[in-house]
């Protein structure tokens, strides 16, 4: 049985800094592609971040672009998403994915079967 949680969301002033986690079990992260996403009150959810088996390409949604960062630690089975510079509007359930059968990397949503539960990040002054 796949699971994926995440933890590492919290509160953090405009500017600040957090990283996220998301543990597997039940599959071994480096074999398939993950990613990021994220949902905020009352708006779509939204791609944040993705890599490919391997992290061989990685690709970033385009209001995360030069702040955020995925990475993964193949011998914890884990893969975080370190997020700078953090605004206001980075502020939603920020949700991990990943999918046996995807060939690259995707930030549909739709790409992806297995999904954690998500953790709460908050920027606010």
């Known amino acids: 049985q796949v699971q994926l949680v995440e933890s590492g969301g919290g509160s953090v002033q405009p500017g600040g800094s957090l990283r996220l986690s998301c543990a597997a079990s039940?599959?071994?992260?480096?074999?398939?592609?993950v990613a990021w996403f994220r949902q905020a009150p009352g708006k779509e959810r939204e791609g944040v971040s993705c890599a490919s088996s391997s992290d061989y390409s990685t690709n970033y949604g385009d209001s995360v672009k030069g702040r955020f960062t995925i990475s993964r630690d193949n011998a914890k089975n884990t893969v975080y998403l370190q997020m700078n510079s953090l605004k206001p509007e980075d502020t939603a359930v920020y949700y991990c994915?990943?999918?046996?059968?995807?060939?690259?990397?995707?930030?549909?949503?739709?790409?992806?079967?297995?999904w954690g539960r998500g953790t709460q990040v908050t920027v606010s002054s």
């Open positions: 039940g599959i071994t992260l480096n074999y398939y592609a």
């Open positions: 994915a990943t999918d046996r059968s995807l060939l690259g990397s995707s930030l549909m949503s739709d790409d992806y079967e297995y």
